[in-house]
């Protein structure tokens, strides 16, 4: 689904954000990214993103050389990508409903179908009864679990999670985690940025860890648990 293949990406005055990077994550495959503040994750799922490019190395998504997508053809690109922020970034004068349907409107869907979607999305995340009001009135935990409705109501096959519960308590954070399990054991692929090492180490996913740029540690405790 993602593979690295020697990937920089160097932003103007010379500041390397990734320094030859190279990893490959499977269909299916939930993983963490860690690192310090600078590290590089939040470079690293841009250029998955499409939101940057690499200066060099070559990044691939579902067999597809991004260096290939042209930018007319980024839109249709990240339809197939949830993207989901540590700021919600959503929209306070509208409803939940309203923002969670927003990909959808833009995508052109029939009102119907969005309708369907949408409630099925906002289910997912246990926040059905929340359709009519405003993200104003919600708590911290319930905007980000908007924020999470409103990145798989498209039914993306990749999901991106950039800090999803760098606001939230232990508890909260937890619950995030476990929202991004289910998604992930129905076939969906989960890279989730996060510097929360205390929620992570209980959790059997790999760890891909990102230190000044570069790919220093990849493990995987699922297949430790194979070996042994």
Known sequence: MIRFSHACKRYSGGYDALTGVSFHMPTGQMAFLT????????????LIALLERPSRGQVFVNGQNLARVSRKRIPFFRRNI??????????????????VALPLIIAGLPQREIGKRVRASLDKVGLLKKEKVYPITLSGGEQQRVGIARAVVNKPPLLLADEPTGNLDPALSREIMHIFEDFSQVGVTVLVAT??????????????????????????????????
């Open 82 to 99: 949830g993207i989901i922020f540590q700021d919600h970034q959503l929209l306070f004068d509208r409803t939940v409903f309203d923002n």
């Open 195 to 228: 510097h929360d090492l205390d929620l992570i180490s209980q959790l059997p996913y790999r760890q891909l860890s990102l230190k000044g740029g570069q790919l220093v540690d990849d493990t995987d405790p699922s297949l430790q648990e194979q070996a042994g």
């Open 35 to 46: 690192g310090h503040s600078g590290a590089g994750k939040s470079t690293l799922l841009k």
